[in-house]
């Protein structure tokens, strides 16, 4: 029946969500499935939802009758294997189809995310056009762009869905200025943000450059609060990434929170300030 999840690691939202993209395009019922796997329905159907987890060698049958084979299929196999492990380290190449997975379950199940910001907008809060410039500057393939375009508006969803997750964005004022595209560009993004600032469950603190020392120097990182499940830190780099759920380090990086808070501007001030910038960069273009 596989193990009780309850209590979801990063790594077993990854796996419930590729479970669920693969049953939603296998072509047959959940009914169909489960008889050919030998299973019940309903086992099947708590995979889709992560009540229940499957184990390694439920992983390995699914994967055989879909048809998944190599590497994809090792790979899922290994994450089924691993599930119950709290905190996953993944390193390779940008964008790495785990650590994507694991932060996109996050956002779709976090009831609460606190995200600090230096030198760039929070993945949520970008339009098209700057997450655009910011993929075609890191030099991927137009179609590859456009892919991971549409899959970062997408995931803002999360902001605007009927029951929302409540974000707190801090984020460095040098991130306004720094040119991700045109000046057109980055007053459109500027502007978004404001917009954004004036949702009930979205608030936006700028950090001043100079404002001396506080946590947020050692980098960026994103806070995760689930409604059934303990908390998690999540660290995005350039080609690597970690998801931490150890309870000291998110009682640090959950006071990090407010001490960064602490040196940052009032929402009030930062949506001034924002649009103050914006308008600056329109009077530019």
């Known amino acids: 029946m596989g193990a009780d999840a309850n209590g979801l690691t990063t ?7 590729a479970i669920r993209n693969l049953l939603d395009n296998a072509g047959m019922s959940g009914r169909e499935l489960s008889e050919r796997l030998g299973l019940s329905h309903s086992t099947v159907s708590h995979w889709r939802t992560g009540r229940r987890l499957p184990t390694p060698e439920d992983v390995a049958s699914l994967l055989t009758l879909l048809g998944v084979t190599g590497q994809e299929k090792q790979r899922l196999v290994e ?23 694991g932060a996109i379950e996050s956002e779709r199940s976090a009831s609460a995310i606190a995200q600090w910001a230096r030198d760039v907008v929070p993945g949520l809060l970008q339009t098209a056009d700057y997450a655009r410039a910011l993929a075609a500057a890191s030099g991927l393939p137009q179609n590859e762009s456009e892919a991971r375009v549409l899959l970062r508006i997408g995931r803002a969803e999360v902001l605007t869905r009927r029951h929302p997750v409540q974000l707190l964005a801090l984020i460095g004022e040098d991130a306004l200025r720094e040119p991700v595209g045109s000046a057109l560009v980055m007053a459109d993004q500027l502007r978004h943000l404001k917009e954004m600032s004036d949702r009930s469950n979205v608030t936006i603190q700028l950090v001043p450059a100079r404002v001396g020392w506080h946590p947020g120097w050692a980098g960026p990182f994103v806070l995760y609060d689930f409604p059934d499940a303990p908390s998690v ?11 931490v759920l150890d309870e000291d380090d998110v009682r640090a990086y959950r006071s990090a929170v407010e001490v960064i808070r602490g040196v940052a501007r009032s929402p009030a001030d930062s949506a001034e300030l924002i649009g103050k910038i914006a308008e600056e960069l329109e009077q530019a273009a």
């Open 11 to 17: 790594r077993a939202r990854a796996l419930v969500a």
């Open 79 to 101: 994450m089924a294997r691993h599930a119950a492990e709290p905190n996953w380290l993944v390193v390779g190449m940008p964008g790495i189809p785990q650590q994507l997975a």
């Open 233 to 243: 830190v999540h660290f995005e780099h350039y080609s690597s990434g970690a998801f």
